[in-house]
């Protein structure tokens, strides 16, 4: 425990000298030096308490995404760490900004979750000269360097698709021939493309799986209710739709249900994401199966960062704590999902 | 009938029409029941029903932004001010008691229509009083408004329960869908009131001079102040009509991008960014080739990477077959070719070229 307290002395130290620029700082190092010599918080507040994490989110273009920071801010407050977060409103330039505002604020560890994938290299060498390690979460860069990151912690969306795609070989064991509508999410965009790939590569070993027909729907209900509306006219007898994402989904539930069909029955439906009202459709039988691809990744985020920040080495790609869900499941999951 | 017939091919909404048609062709030879209109649990349905459906908050739209960019502006915030409208209404009905109270979802709309009016009548202060361009007047609230809406929904999807809301969106009267129903009733009063009265004149002379209309005697300053806050209030009714279809008010997507959709359809249909003479039969026909321009991609199965081009290589051929250099162009040809002797044609040409 006394490798504890000089720590936490030893951030308090640094705390105070960096003062300045946060009034909330001589508070925290008190807090800190307290709990050290008090004996009382676990061992994490006392070699990360001092810890600052700046956060770069998307956005909050979706209930999944709300989840997604709701249970980051959750996790690094009871953690104790300072979490410095900002919202770049889905656009790349914004969320440059806020990671140049982080080096400039000299935080301890830089985490986002990239708008695209490409574009990043200038600003993650800067990060890495300033020498703030930088944490990726729930979608991935494409850069030939991989040393400018030091983990990616986040979903395996081609794995998504896979077990999407086994659900649909199973469910139609017996069929003879299966006419699949694909509602793919926003085109260029890294989970559009693993859960398209993922899902073909199961369902593409047997010939009588066909995608009639493959639009995008952008990841939003209106998208998703807009392209089901127009391909339920061309292709009628149309036996499931594979949506990227629960809300696009949703959309295809209200075209089915203005068509006369009844979703779930008359055509089946499986998503990816497992956000609230996509549960709550899948319990009232609308959807058939959710592949979740879970947000609740903030736990999982405060130890990679409390690793990273002890000099500890963390593997490059850490993949998140998911399952997928039946309709019964849901019903018995639905209580008590935090989201 | 042949006087009619060069009249219409003269006319500026020809070529918007004849793309219109040449879409609905393409999209009749991809899947052949595309214009069936069938009869289902009481109402129409069908590809047709569907495009005039999802066309309607963009028409409402268009039909404020003609009037707007008639008097030489423009109007940018009309996406934002529909996820704001949608928020609230969304907001309202969610802390209900009693959701489910037609009574309820009149106040709820009505608080969301009077609050559009005023943020409309905030824009038309900024340009008509503090004079402000229009174009940046309008930004303030384009991207502030956005904000918003995001503020009221706590950055998060409102998903609605409310069977009478939802009539705005998914409902039927006597077969046909309440906001075609709403679109075309706004627009036939709108085309009434500027075509039966002054008013349509009195934008119009504001659009192409407004100091020359002021000594005219035309009060152009409330005039610009009511256009501003129509516009307004009629992008509050698309966000009610969007958010009810979707059942969910979404601050992030909804009514986005919705300002570019309906420039696009003013444009289309004829009326001139500078300002003066409009048409609002012209924007409906904007509107509707921009919304099946939609459903062809959906329905002729472009591939999603090359969406964006296709609508651009459309888009593209409005405009060019508008343009009067083109037609002006068009026109010689055909002169040319009915001429027996080509050098007499080249002569009159050239002198053209160098005026």
């Not at chain 1, 507040?45 to 273009?61: I, K, L, P």
């Not at chain 2, 009481?42 to 590809?47: I, S």
């Not at chain 2, 704001?84 to 106040?107: K, R």
Request: hydrophobic share 50%; charged share 20%.
């Amino acid at each position: 425990m006394k490798k504890y307290a000089a720590i936490a002395a030893f951030g308090a130290a640094a705390l105070t000298l960096a003062g300045c620029s946060s009034d909330g700082g001589t508070d925290e190092a008190t807090e800190g030096a307290t709990a050290a010599a008090g004996e009382t918080e676990a061992a994490a507040a006392g070699d990360a308490g001092d810890m600052v994490v700046g956060f770069a989110q998307v956005g909050a273009e979706s209930g999944w995404r709300t989840a997604n920071t709701n249970d980051i801010q959750r996790a690094f407050s009871d953690a104790g760490i300072e979490l410095k977060f900002s919202d770049a409103q889905q656009k790349q330039e914004n969320q440059i900004k806020a990671i140049r505002s982080y080096i400039q604020q000299g935080v301890d560890i830089i985490s986002f979750s990239p708008v695209v994938e490409t574009g990043w290299d200038a600003v993650l060498n800067e990060a890495k000269a300033a020498g703030i390690p930088v944490i990726l979460t729930d979608r991935s860069v494409d850069s030939t360097d991989d040393s400018l990151y030091e983990s990616f912690l986040g979903s395996d969306f081609v794995l998504e698709g896979n077990k999407a795609g086994e659900w649909v070989v199973n469910e139609y064991a017996d069929a003879d021939s299966v006419k699949i509508i694909q509602l793919e999410g926003t085109t260029g965009a890294a989970p559009a493309i693993d859960r398209a790939e993922g899902f073909i590569d199961i369902i593409g070993a047997d010939p009588k799986f066909e995608i009639v027909a493959s639009q995008t729907g952008d990841f939003t209900r209106a998208g998703g209710k807009e392209v089901t509306e127009a391909l339920l006219k061309s292709n009628p007898d149309v036996d499931l739709i594979y949506a990227h994402n629960d809300d696009m989904g949703l959309g295809a539930i209200e075209a089915i249900e203005a068509a006369g069909l009844e979703p779930g029955v008359d055509i089946k439906i499986v998503t990816v994401d497992a956000v609230h009202d996509g549960m709550q459709a899948l319990a009232d039988g609308k959807i058939n199966f959710i592949v979740e691809c879970s947000p609740l990744l903030g736990d999982q985020l405060v130890e990679i960062a409390t690793a990273v920040y002890n000099g500890e080495t963390v593997d490059k790609r850490i993949v998140t704590e998911e399952t997928t869900f039946t309709q019964d499941e849901a019903i018995a999951a639905l209580p008590e999902r935090a989201y | 009938m042949s006087a009619q017939l060069r009249n219409f091919t003269g006319s500026r909404i020809f070529w918007p029409v004849v793309i219109l048609v040449g879409l609905v062709i393409v999209d009749v030879i991809a899947f052949p029941g595309f214009l069936d209109i069938t009869v289902k649990e009481g109402h129409l349905f069908g590809a047709p029903i569907d495009i005039l459906r999802n066309g309607a908050p963009t028409l409402l739209i268009g039909v404020g932004m003609t009037l707007v960019i008639a008097t030489r502006g423009i109007d940018l915030s009309v996406g934002s001010i529909a996820a704001i409208s949608g928020a609230v209404v969304s907001a309202l009905l969610l802390n209900s008691p009693t959701p489910d109270n037609p009574w309820t979802v009149v106040q709820a709309v009505g608080i969301a229509l009077i609050l559009g009016f005023i943020l409309g009548v905030w824009n038309g202060t900024l340009v008509a009083y503090l004079k402000i361009q229009p174009i940046i007047a309008t930004l303030i609230l384009m991207t502030a408004g956005r904000g918003v809406a995001m503020l009221i929904t706590e950055g998060q999807i409102l998903t609605l329960h409310s069977k009478p809301f939802e009539w705005f969106g998914s409902g039927f009267i006597v077969g046909f869908p309440v906001a075609v129903v709403i679109a075309a009733v706004v627009l036939i009063l709108t085309m009434l009131v500027v075509r039966r009265s002054a008013l349509g004149m009195f934008i119009e002379s504001v659009g192409i001079n407004p100091e020359a209309s002021r000594q005219a005697g035309i009060r152009s300053r409330g005039l610009l102040l009511g256009i501003y806050a129509f516009c307004a209030l009629l992008a509050a009714l698309a966000g009610l009509i969007i958010t009810s279809d979707q059942t969910a008010a979404d601050a992030n997507n909804t009514g986005l991008f919705i300002e570019l959709d309906a420039i696009l359809a003013v444009v289309i249909g004829g009326t001139s960014l500078m300002g003066g003479r409009f048409s609002l039969i012209g924007t409906l026909v904007g509107v509707l080739v921009i919304q099946t321009l939609v459903t062809t991609v959906y329905i002729v199965g472009i591939p999603p990477v090359a969406t964006m081009v296709f609508k651009a290589v459309v888009v593209i051929a409005v405009s060019l077959l508008q343009s009067p250099t083109t037609n002006e162009k068009f026109a010689n040809w055909r002169k040319d070719r009915r001429r027996p002797t080509p050098t007499k044609a080249i002569e009159p040409k050239r002198e053209k070229v160098s005026a």
